[in-house]
């Protein structure tokens, strides 16, 4: 399976809000319905707190797709 990149505006991103920005959810509803459901994971392993905070280097995936975090040009500012 090959890994998207995800490039980050921060330091970090919330769980929800990444699902909602990669594509993975259409809404924040659904980001939390698929957190709840075991539907994702962060680095190989099931992630069910929907506001975790992800960080740079990390690898989020659902639905058959991943995403590795990148930082961004403005992260840590």
């Known amino acids: 399976m090959k890994t998207e990149r995800f490039e980050l505006r921060g330091e970090q991103i919330v769980l929800d809000q990444l699902l909602k920005a990669a594509g ?15 539907e994702v ?17 990390q690898v989020v995936c659902a639905l058959g797709r991943c995403v590795r975090l990148f930082a961004g040009e403005d992260a840590g500012q």
Do not use: C, I, N, Y
């Not at 993975?24 to 075991?38: I, L, N, P, Y």
């Open 41 to 57: 994971s962060v680095d190989g392993k099931t992630e069910l707190r929907k506001r975790a905070k992800l960080r740079a280097g």
């Open 24 to 38: 993975f959810a259409d809404s924040g509803g659904q980001a939390h319905a698929m957190t709840v459901a075991g």
